[in-house]
């Protein structure tokens, strides 16, 4: 791993080539209703049979649709990092089910009221609004530009990156469904891999605009600058090609990819896999060369763990499968200052471990009030020092105290 002076480089495994393989499971699918404490109508009786594609619930009035094809045993739980999530078990039949017409309107999106019902009808959440798109939508309706976030920005998500690079002509149509629906003039791409590739759509598609993004982690920190500052609703990759399939094919979202990556992985590639998938059934289509330790969704920076018979929600974007816990141990602080040398606010980590922070100053780079929550400082730890949890909690702890001043 090579160190910048502020953000951290890719990691080596992923100048591998990636590709999104399309993998149909055999296992049972527990199909992602909604968290727990949100209000669901069920639609279909226990011991029913259900077709790919049909709706068998409504959640916050938001349409879900089966993933597979078999038979409905019941509704479970889940807990997937601080959450719980309630899901359809559906006893896989293994059917293929050949696509059809599943979503009521006709019509490609012209205007921003019918955008919005094909998001609504389509179910289609987009993951770095971390929501169903309908729901986060009404504040962007007035933005002036789109971001397509389609960066490989390792080690937290490379979806975007493998999507982009696999369905770009779905994805620009997609793309251009959205702004024209909007009546956006300016879309803009930021990419890293397959630059050329994207100058080529630079022609194709003249008010589309390229912007190679920083190979500095995290990007997704230089796009959310750009989008403040050019009033723009970022979006993946992802979600433009589910706007292409709802509009074009009339298809709902039901499936998801997701990168599966991390030393114990002998090959790391993106798998599109229906949602609701256990995660073991997902490791499974991959090889693993050495015993498999610890699984995180989303990331090692702030990701969290899951086990193998959790499931892959329509939130989750990776799966870093990691071999060595030993390497995980924490250990003494050896004053490295790798932590400060990445951290893209300018902040000093490790102090946070030291009484003069503790004791408050005013030199900029004890301000944990800026710290972003990357977790870019734990990442490159040589002692495994889990630095951005201890400044939440410092954080937590000065907050409760000024509150009681
Ligand atoms: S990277 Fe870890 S070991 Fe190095 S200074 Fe920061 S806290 Fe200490
Ligand atoms: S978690 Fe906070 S302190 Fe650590 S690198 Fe990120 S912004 Fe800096």
Not at 99 to 127: C, R, V, Y
Not at 221 to 232: D, F, P, R, W
Request: charged share 20%; glycine share 6%.
């Amino acid at each position: 791993m090579r160190l910048f002076s502020k953000g951290i480089k890719l990691h080596k495994d992923l100048d591998i080539d990636f590709s999104v393989s399309t993998q149909n499971v055999s296992g049972d699918v527990y199909t992602f209703l909604c968290y727990a404490g949100q209000e669901y109508e069920l639609l279909i009786k226990e011991g029913s049979r259900v077709e790919k594609y049909t709706k068998i619930a409504v959640a916050d009035g938001i349409p879900i649709y089966a993933s597979v094809t078999g038979e409905f045993c019941g509704v479970c739980t889940f807990e997937s990092g601080d959450v719980t999530v309630i899901a359809a078990h559906i006893k896989n039949s293994g059917e293929y089910t050949p696509p059809f017409s599943a979503l009521s309107h006709t019509d490609i999106p012209s205007s921003p009221a019918e955008l919005l019902d094909l998001f609504k009808n389509a179910a289609i959440i987009d993951t770095f609004n971390k929501d169903y798109l309908c729901n986060t939508f009404g504040k962007y309706l007035t933005c002036d530009s789109l971001l397509l976030f389609a960066v490989d920005d390792n080690p937290y998500v490379v979806t975007s990156c493998a999507v982009m690079c696999d369905f770009e002509e779905e994805v620009l149509e997609g793309l251009s469904i959205i702004t024209r629906s909007l009546k956006i003039k300016n879309a803009v791409i930021m990419m890293q891999k397959n630059f050329k590739t994207a100058q080529f759509f630079k022609k194709r598609y003249a008010d589309i605009k390229v912007m190679r993004a920083t190979d500095k982690y995290p990007a997704r920190l230089n796009a959310l600058i750009y989008a403040k500052k050019n009033n723009s609703l970022i979006i993946t990759p992802e979600t433009c090609r589910a706007v292409y399939r709802a509009a074009v094919f009339k298809e709902p979202c039901v499936t998801k990819t997701v990168t599966v990556w991390g030393d114990a992985i002998q090959k790391p590639a993106a798998a599109q896999i229906p949602i609701g998938t256990t995660c073991g059934e997902l490791l499974d289509m991959f090889e693993s060369h050495t015993q498999i330790g610890k699984i995180v969704a989303n990331g090692v920076m702030n990701g969290y763990l899951i086990m193998p018979n959790d499931i892959i929600t329509p939130f989750i974007d990776s799966i870093t499968v990691m071999s060595d816990c030993a390497k995980m141990q924490q250990k003494g602080c050896i004053t490295c200052g790798r932590c400060t040398a990445v951290c893209p606010v300018g902040l000093a980590p490790y102090y946070v471990l030291r009484r003069a922070a503790r004791e408050g100053s005013s030199k900029a780079y004890f301000n944990f009030d800026l710290c972003l929550k990357c977790g870019c400082c734990s990442y490159v730890c040589p002692a495994n020092i889990p630095l951005d949890t201890y400044i939440k909690l410092y954080n937590d702890e000065r907050s409760k105290a000024d509150a009681q001043k």
